[in-house]
């Protein structure tokens, strides 16, 4: 079972900046596995926001993130961090980190993920 915990949400002005943690409950190694971020507000679809995929760290964002989003694994690892910059009132949502054993790649759809986080929500406002 994978169990993934999600960390460092909270209210930031518009420009701040936050890094959000996605680490692995212990005796699981997140190293193995491509691990995607998703956001979600009310009423609408969880959307991919970033993932690094587990062959290489390579990493993959979506066009509204290029440039102000960065994700990169922990050293030591076992944590995937999300750092935030730029931060607009519209990226405000909760945000989600997933991964599924059975992805070697990277992909923004969520339905391709089965073991998600709790979630850490992110507040972008004066």
């Known amino acids: 079972q994978v169990q993934l915990v999600e960390s460092g949400g909270g209210l930031v002005q518009p420009g701040g900046s936050l890094r959000l943690s996605c680490a692995a409950a212990s005796g699981f190694t997140l190293d193995y596995y491509s691990i995607a971020w998703f956001r979600q507000v009310p009423g609408k679809e969880r959307e991919g926001v970033s993932c690094?995929?587990?062959?290489?760290?390579?990493?993959y964002y979506s066009d509204s993130e290029k440039g102000r989003f960065t994700i990169s694994r922990g050293k030591p690892k076992n944590t995937v961090y999300l750092q935030m910059n730029s931060l607009k009132p519209e990226d405000t949502a909760g945000y989600y980190c997933?991964?599924?054993?059975?992805?070697?790649?990277?992909?923004?759809?969520?339905?391709?993920?089965?073991?998600w986080g709790q979630g850490t929500q992110v507040s972008v406002d004066y």
């Open positions: 997933a991964t599924d054993p059975r992805l070697r790649d990277c992909s923004f759809d969520p339905y391709d993920y089965d073991y």
């Open positions: 690094i995929v587990t062959s290489d760290d390579s990493p």
